[in-house]
């Protein structure tokens, strides 16, 4: 009898074939015994095994040189073959770790309507069942982590009970785990989420076994152009799966049920509108029923998923998450002890993060990050002030940030200190691809501006790559994932960039100049046609203007306070209106009659509420027109008045208003100090209470100035 030879190939050592598959260069064992938490000894044996399964494979063994490391032989020849062999490795040739175990359990568990029995599952994993009575030990643990439970009923079996959104919840994040190595496969014509199928992961996969997610895709991408926007990879992902997911739920007769009041503040977003499109789209396909309860949860993936580029207008807690981005890089810049508050990049991006961050805090949505034990290696010290910094967004949503989260917004101050400490770089062109989302693409173009003579032509998501090289011509792809594009050299890196993938990347890009370098020929320039008198403090200022001359540019404009602003020819007390429209244009015609704004920008602020509803009375009483800064703003502005007779704007919860405060703004930061200021005034009932009755406008502008002069203390 043939003798049958069981390869033993654990995730472990799949990681390490794939990691060496990857690099172009040997590395050494203890690099390696580093990256994955392991001793020397371990990797040699695991390198051991490889080599085995290679072999058993008819593949070629891996390159073991001493003092020097070990390499993959030609991975461009031979990576699909390797591909294929793991694919093909199943739970019986599978090594399986309590780990993995408990994980197939649980995706068993919870893909199930009623009762699995452990015989079952002992069968399923080719184990005893008393090696699963074990395991489930650890599986009620992880379910009880999660708010679930795991029912156990005599001569019936076992089954997970809970939440339905905490069941999802579950389903996801276990999903997601398994989906690690989904980055590493080179099989782009297979579905995002499916992409993988070694191993444990295919039994994972499995969940997914009678869903198109083909299909689901196509919905995704067809919001992405509804929505006039483009999802970052993790984003786009995740909600494929949670997709894919409900459709898998509703057919096991579990549907979600959301409060009425929150489904009815989701209906009036452009999300709900396209949540309801994906919605019919699903019906006919997989030919089911969904209630508008699942419309609700789809809308809020959608308000929660991190995005490459939008044109959403302002959402209605503006003033909060420009003050809470305020804060928060306030809070690192102390701490840095750096000029961050000056890189309007940084504050545009964690404007632009904050806000579905938001979502997916108050719902507990979750967003994976791939790179965060990257991020905590690398920029550890960063990420724990980036963490500590993060308050007022916990006080804002009333919960605790999850390391997954503080890794997104450590990855926008990484960018931003790689750009404080690069002064003005020439550039060439090379296109960025990165899978993670915008805030790694604009770290890793930071660092590529930092070493690299390049010009980034644009940073996009994986999924975009076909459509954008054929409007445009690119002469090289640095990317997060491998990828193949025909024409163009591509040249993989981590997102970190580190100094081992600098050294890949010299051979095909020209180093810039270092920055003494260039202060070096100022200086020797000067000294050609001039006297220098005081050679120190010229290198000394020139240094300092060398390091901060970029920034400075893009956020240098002096921020102004309250009292510089809201000055007497602008505030207007007691004015009689006929309703909130009136309202807003008086206060609109000061703005105007100043020469802050046009006179389309009250136009624009009448019809910003007409539009979207009447979001902008911020608190009981107090309303705050404004309209986007290309709509005719000219300079930042105020203007105050208050109604004889208060009126509604159609906001149940903070009508009839008083007081109304127009706002005109240049960008997203001028105008933050003055209104930092105006909050925290209009957050005092007391002075909301003088303001609403005075008829003298001194006593007003005393208030203001008070405030302004506390501010600046």
Same mark, same amino acid.
């Given at each position: 009898?043939?003798?049958?030879?069981?390869?033993?190939?654990?995730?472990?050592?799949?990681?390490? %074939?794939?990691?060496?598959?990857?690099?172009?260069?040997?590395?050494?064992?203890?690099?390696?015994?580093?990256?994955?938490?392991?001793?020397?000894?371990?990797?040699?044996?695991?390198?051991?095994?490889?080599?085995?399964?290679?072999?058993?494979?008819? $593949?070629?063994? $891996?390159?073991?040189?001493?003092?020097?490391?070990?390499?993959?032989?030609?991975?461009?020849?031979?990576?699909?073959?390797?591909?294929?062999?793991?694919?093909?490795?199943?739970?019986?040739?599978?090594?399986?770790?309590?780990?993995?175990?408990?994980?197939?359990?649980?995706?068993?568990?919870?893909?199930?309507?009623?009762?699995?029995? @452990?015989?079952?599952?002992?069968?399923?994993?080719?184990?005893?069942?008393?090696?699963?009575?074990?395991? $489930?030990?650890?599986?009620? !643990?992880?379910?009880?982590?999660?708010?679930?439970?795991?029912?156990?009923?005599?001569?019936?079996?076992?089954?997970?009970?809970?939440?339905? !959104?905490?069941?999802?919840?579950?389903?996801?994040?276990?999903?997601?785990?398994?989906?690690? %190595?989904?980055?590493?496969?080179?099989?782009?014509?297979?579905?995002?989420?499916?992409?993988?199928?070694?191993?444990?992961?295919?039994?994972?996969?499995?969940?997914?076994?009678?869903?198109?997610?083909?299909?689901?895709?196509?919905?995704?991408?067809?919001?992405?152009?509804?929505?006039?926007?483009?999802?970052?990879?993790?984003?786009?992902?995740?909600?494929?799966?949670?997709?894919?997911?409900?459709?898998?739920?509703?057919?096991?007769?579990?549907?979600?049920?959301?409060?009425?009041?929150?489904?009815?503040?989701?209906?009036?977003?452009?999300?709900?509108?396209?949540?309801?499109?994906?919605?019919?789209?699903?019906?006919?396909?997989?030919?089911?029923?969904?209630?508008?309860?699942?419309?609700?949860? @789809?809308?809020?993936?959608?308000?929660?998923?991190?995005?490459?580029?939008?044109?959403?207008?302002?959402?209605?807690?503006?003033?909060?998450?420009?003050?809470?981005?305020?804060?928060?890089?306030?809070?690192?810049?102390?701490?840095?002890?750096?000029?961050?508050?000056?890189?309007?990049?940084?504050?545009?991006?964690?404007?632009? #993060?904050?806000?579905?961050?938001?979502?997916?805090?108050?719902?507990? $949505?979750?967003?994976?990050?791939?790179?965060?034990?990257?991020?905590?290696?690398?920029?550890?010290?960063?990420?724990?002030?980036?963490?500590?910094?993060?308050?007022?967004?916990?006080?804002?949503?009333?919960?605790?940030?999850?390391?997954?989260?503080?890794?997104?917004?450590?990855?926008?101050?990484?960018?931003?200190?790689?750009?404080?400490?690069?002064?003005?770089?020439? !550039?060439?062109?090379?296109?960025?691809?990165?899978?993670?989302?915008?805030?790694?693409?604009?770290?890793?173009?930071?660092?590529?501006?930092?070493?690299?003579?390049?010009?980034?032509?644009?940073?996009?998501?994986?999924?975009?790559?076909?459509?954008?090289?054929?409007?445009?011509?690119?002469?090289?792809?640095?990317?997060?994932?491998?990828?193949?594009?025909?024409?163009?050299?591509?040249?993989?890196?981590?997102?970190?960039?580190?100094?081992?993938?600098?050294?890949?990347?010299?051979?095909?890009?020209?180093?810039?100049?270092?920055?003494?370098?260039?202060?070096?020929?100022?200086?020797?320039?000067?000294?050609? #046609?001039?006297?220098?008198?005081?050679?120190?403090?010229?290198?000394?200022?020139?240094? @300092?203007?060398?390091?901060?001359?970029?920034?400075?540019?893009?956020?240098?404009?002096?921020?102004?306070?309250?009292?510089?602003?809201?000055?007497?020819?602008?505030?207007?007390?007691?004015?009689?209106?006929?309703?909130?429209?009136?309202?807003?244009?008086?206060?609109?015609?000061?703005?105007?009659?100043?020469?802050?704004?046009?006179?389309?920008?009250?136009?624009?602020?009448?019809?910003?509420?007409?539009? @979207?509803?009447?979001?902008?009375?911020?608190?009981?009483?107090?309303?705050?027109?404004?309209?986007?800064?290309?709509?005719?703003?000219?300079?930042?502005?105020?203007?105050?008045?208050?109604?004889?007779?208060?009126?509604?704007?159609?906001?149940?919860?903070?009508?009839?208003?008083?007081?109304?405060?127009?706002?005109?703004?240049?960008?997203?930061?001028? #105008?933050?100090?003055?209104?930092?200021?105006?909050?925290?005034?209009?957050?005092?009932?007391?002075?909301?209470?003088?303001?609403?009755?005075?008829?003298?406008?001194?006593?007003?502008?005393?208030?203001?100035?008070?405030?302004?002069?506390?501010? !600046?203390?």
């Amino acid at each position: 009898m043939k003798e049958v030879i069981i390869i033993i190939l654990n995730v472990r050592r799949m990681h390490i %074939l794939l990691n060496l598959m990857d690099l172009n260069s040997p590395i050494n064992i203890s690099d390696l015994a580093h990256l994955f938490k392991v001793s020397n000894r371990t990797i040699c044996n695991d390198l051991d095994c490889i080599d085995e399964f290679l072999n058993h494979n008819k $593949l070629p063994a $891996l390159i073991r040189k001493p003092n020097v490391g070990v390499q993959f032989r030609e991975p461009n020849k031979y990576k699909d073959d390797v591909l294929k062999a793991m694919g093909n490795i199943s739970i019986y040739h599978y090594n399986l770790s309590v780990r993995e175990r408990v994980n197939i359990i649980l995706d068993n568990l919870l893909q199930e309507r009623d009762f699995t029995t @452990i015989n079952d599952m002992a069968d399923k994993l080719y184990v005893s069942r008393s090696t699963i009575v074990k395991d $489930l030990s650890l599986v009620r !643990k992880w379910l009880k982590v999660r708010g679930l439970e795991l029912q156990s009923i005599p001569k019936h079996g076992i089954k997970v009970i809970g939440d339905e !959104k905490k069941l999802r919840k579950a389903a996801m994040e276990l999903l997601t785990e398994s989906s690690n %190595l989904d980055n590493k496969s080179e099989k782009s014509e297979i579905p995002m989420i499916v992409r993988v199928n070694l191993g444990v992961d295919r039994e994972i996969n499995n969940f997914f076994k009678d869903i198109d997610i083909v299909y689901i895709e196509e919905c995704i991408k067809t919001a992405e152009k509804e929505l006039n926007t483009v999802f970052s990879d993790a984003a786009y992902s995740g909600i494929v799966m949670h997709l894919a997911i409900a459709v898998k739920r509703i057919k096991l007769g579990r549907d979600i049920i959301m409060p009425e009041d929150e489904l009815k503040s989701l209906q009036i977003t452009k999300e709900f509108s396209v949540a309801s499109n994906i919605t019919n789209m699903l019906e006919k396909h997989f030919e089911i029923n969904i209630p508008s309860d699942e419309i609700g949860y @789809i809308t809020v993936h959608l308000l929660g998923a991190n995005i490459s580029n939008t044109n959403r207008n302002k959402n209605k807690n503006w003033i909060d998450y420009e003050l809470i981005t305020e804060r928060i890089i306030s809070e690192v810049d102390s701490r840095l002890n750096m000029a961050l508050s000056k890189d309007s990049q940084l504050f545009e991006g964690l404007l632009e #993060h904050l806000e579905p961050a938001v979502y997916r805090l108050k719902h507990d $949505l979750l967003l994976k990050n791939p790179l965060l034990n990257d991020i905590k290696l690398k920029y550890n010290n960063l990420f724990n002030i980036v963490k500590m910094s993060l308050k007022p967004l916990e006080n804002y949503v009333g919960k605790d940030i999850d390391e997954e989260e503080v890794g997104y917004f450590t990855i926008h101050f990484g960018a931003a200190i790689e750009r404080y400490k690069t002064s003005h770089m020439k !550039k060439t062109d090379v296109l960025v691809v990165c899978s993670t989302g915008v805030g790694t693409a604009k770290m890793l173009s930071s660092r590529l501006q930092a070493v690299f003579d390049v010009n980034i032509v644009n940073c996009i998501a994986y999924h975009q790559i076909k459509d954008f090289v054929i409007k445009n011509p690119v002469d090289i792809i640095v990317t997060t994932i491998p990828i193949r594009v025909e024409g163009i050299k591509t040249i993989t890196v981590n997102p970190l960039l580190p100094e081992r993938d600098i050294e890949n990347l010299r051979k095909y890009l020209n180093i810039s100049k270092p920055k003494d370098s260039v202060l070096k020929e100022l200086i020797n320039i000067i000294e050609k #046609h001039c006297t220098i008198l005081d050679k120190d403090s010229i290198v000394k200022e020139l240094s @300092i203007f060398l390091n901060t001359t970029t920034i400075e540019k893009t956020r240098g404009v002096v921020q102004p306070l309250l009292k510089d602003i809201l000055t007497e020819e602008v505030i207007k007390l007691n004015v009689e209106v006929k309703d909130w429209e009136d309202a807003v244009r008086k206060g609109g015609y000061l703005l105007e009659k100043t020469g802050a704004v046009e006179h389309r920008y009250v136009d624009a602020m009448v019809n910003s509420v007409k539009t @979207i509803g009447p979001y902008i009375v911020i608190a009981p009483g107090i309303a705050m027109p404004h309209a986007r800064p290309e709509s005719g703003s000219k300079k930042v502005g105020m203007s105050l008045i208050t109604l004889k007779n208060p009126v509604n704007f159609g906001n149940k919860e903070n009508d009839p208003v008083k007081i109304v405060v127009c706002l005109c703004a240049i960008d997203h930061v001028t #105008h933050l100090k003055a209104l930092s200021e105006l909050v925290e005034m209009l957050g005092d009932d007391e002075n909301v209470k003088i303001i609403s009755s005075s008829t003298d406008v001194n006593e007003v502008l005393g208030m203001i100035r008070r405030s302004s002069d506390k501010f !600046k203390n």
